[in-house]
């Protein structure tokens, strides 16, 4: 199958699916579109705080410009380089409190499209957060299915994509 039509299935998928869809049931929540945060064009400098996004993690708003982050990385990424890891149109997936061999799978989806890292925190009972250009999906637990069908379909959309 060719990239572009396994993109149109995969956004077709993320359009008649139920949440969970190809998983156990309730194990990921909705694709979430969030509002663009207005300091989404302000870049910060090495070292300032850290801004207040409007969600957790962010998928717009202040960031810190830098160089490519290789992954998957063993480390969290600050939320004000996340920002610049969705500005270039990448997707990160992100965990928190998962068995090795969850973390595994995570990071065979590694990719030039895709980061995986470990979270500092993630909100409530989510494991596993996919973000893109302010697009979200949290997920209680590992769905691959659903992580690929998010990456697939949200990879290349922020605003300096690759």
């Known amino acids: 199958m060719t990239r572009r039509l396994s993109l149109f299935v995969a956004a077709s998928l993320l359009t008649i699916c139920a949440p969970g869809c190809g998983a156990a049931e309730g194990v990921c929540g909705p694709v979430v579109h969030d509002a663009l945060d207005v300091s989404s064009g302000v870049h910060i ?14 998928t717009s708003g202040a960031h810190q410009p830098g160089p490519n982050i290789p992954g998957p ?3 969290p990424i600050a939320k004000q380089l996340q920002i610049g890891v ?14 090795q061999a ?11 499209d895709v980061l995986v890292a470990p979270a500092a925190s993630l909100p409530g009972d989510t494991r596993v957060a996919a973000t893109a250009w302010v697009t979200h999906q949290n997920c209680t637990a590992v769905d691959i299915d659903a992580l690929v069908a998010f990456s ?7 605003p300096g994509g690759h």
């Open 45 to 58: 400098l090495p070292g300032a705080p850290t801004p207040s996004y409007l969600v957790d993690p962010p």
């Open 73 to 75: 990385s063993r480390e």
């Open 86 to 99: 969705l500005e270039e149109g990448r997707v990160l997936i992100q965990y928190s409190d998962l068995e």
């Open 102 to 112: 969850d973390v595994k799978r995570l990071e065979a989806l590694d990719s030039d």
């Open 152 to 158: 697939e379909h949200f990879a290349g959309k922020g």
